[in-house]
DNA sequence: GTGAAAGCGCTAACAA
DNA sequence: TTGTTAGCGCTTTCAC
């Protein structure tokens, strides 16, 4: 099938391609009557406009891009669908990249980024990212980028996410009245600032309750199940073994249970465990886990919201826009 | 930031953009001295050149899209990660688009696709899918498209996917070989191929066993959470109800699991659960499910690769390459 | 080995 | 209200 453009409804409507290019995006200055043969060939014709042409015209893409560490992960599923939606409301269109926690990649993709590929960045920073100068270049680009979840305190720019220090408090604070007393916690990376933040939250909650960091445990776990699974095992397996366990990630969860049940511990009589994650499954697990669960969907939902805003206007000033939504704690059998 | 394009680096070379524009492509007819300028130029000035003008020019976008209906799950979220790698690798981008099972935005979505706005398309068809005009239009418009997991058989195209009906198969008989005897099958779609050959796989194996039709428990599910809740205790909360269950997809597993445990039915002492799906958890539910498993990630990633050789040789004949992908079975105590 | 020129399909001044 | 023209930034003949 020949590749219809406005040359050909134009050459067809003996019009000029600028009059069926303003006919179509309904500009005021064409008749009615104009509109209508326009619409009504383009319609039979099933002419679709040329992206790319309007884009380099136009300075504009119609496209964001969504930056994350990894997608088989809940939270990030859901995100997506948040994002999604909006985008597919305002006729957006969306590309994703996945950093698989590599600053080296991310770095990569949003360099890429200046070159206009996308009028604005939804980004989840990796767990080895160190330093922002990557996004202070796409912003001195002009390209408005906003940081959900996993943000970074530093940049400029509208940040969307849990109240982390809050949910790690509140999480051990849980564990803490249902009395666990050595309780572990769980990390993905020293450097996330949404990790620190949730471990803060920890200890705050320890000391509050008197415990000595001595009693704390910081364990520092990895992309790779296999090590993580290890480095949990050999937590749980030692004489002064920690009772509870905070993990600050979905994906740890398994690992938890697993170690547990090849070390013959019972949750939650041996040790109590409570995760952030957005499982669906939490409920039938076994036993059920208890939650930190964060909203996902809003989440994504309202970072792509901000990013349109500031579209729309450009005086909409991102920097004064960050949103920090509750998560909530589902009590379930492993506390 | 100033935006820097192939003009200014030949304005500051005294060149020809033609010549900047050969030299960064690393073309034969520019001398290697030249060359070493020209990168050295665009390096020093973090030249990126704009896709949309080149993707004009060229009209190839370095662009495919994924057209799934959800990201939510776990077979879909591996897959993109396989399609993403093959993607990355290949400096493709790509754009994803969810269709949350609706017949009518997937038209909307590859209707668009005629534009040239993807060089190629991925796509699990949406449980309402009922007819492939829509897909038969944009092979009409030479844009090459693979169909993965959700397949259509009446299509010519390459079509990668696990083995369904074996697969149901297999299931099925696993649970009559514990003993099962009413085995019901939920289903999401009539329409889908794949749910049908999952059930005729089932069906299969019932009558091999001398299993009248009369045993057979056909159960349709639908995207309404509460719905299928509904459903499922009505279909176990009865004299003849089933004692095995088949979930043919993955979220169905959640509902099955709280309709057991609200009519208080022992698994698998009472009903033995069966589940496709990808759940990383399936080994830590209450009990721990037994799964028909996909290779998601050798889907999603064969699948682009096809796509990809599409694109490097057009003789190529998409139509001659299907694949089917062998499902694991992972026994545990659900059964 | 390099450059001039045309043009991908669209939009936006500016004329008419 | 419609048309002419220029040009977005790049690639690609085709001359030189």
Known sequence: MENINLKTLAAQLHL?????????RDSHE??????????????????IPNPYASSLR????????VVIPEVADSFFAEAINGIEAVAQSKGYHVL????????EKEKAILMDFQSGRVDGVLLSVSAETVNTNHILTLQSHQIPIVVFDRICDEIKTA??????YNSGYKAAQHLIDRGYKKIAYLSISKTLSISRKRMNGYMQAMKENNFLPAEFYICECTTDDEY??????????NENRPDGIIASVEKLTTSVYSACRRLQLKIPEDVGVISFSNLKTAAILNPSLTTITQPAFDIGNAAASLLFK??????FQLDAESQSFPSVLHIRNST
């Not at 064409?30 to 002419?47: G, M």
């Not at 136009?58 to 891009?65: D, E, H, L």
């Not at 993580?228 to 397996?237: G, K, P, S, Y």
């Not at 500031?310 to 005086?315: D, G, L, Q, Y």
Request: net charge positive; proline share 0%.
């Open 16 to 24: 000029s391609t600028a009059t069926v290019s303003k006919a179509l």
């Open 30 to 47: 064409i008749s009615d009557e104009t509109k209508q043969r326009v619409r009504a060939l383009a319609a039979a014709l099933n002419y």
């Open 58 to 65: 136009k300075k504009s893409s119609k496209t964001i891009a």
């Open 96 to 103: 994703i990249y996945l950093t698989h926690e590599s600053f």
């Open 159 to 164: 940040k969307v996410s849990t109240d982390d």
């Open 228 to 237: 993580n699974n290890a480095v949990i095992e050999n937590l749980l397996n």
């Open 310 to 315: 500031s579209f729309e206007k450009k005086s």
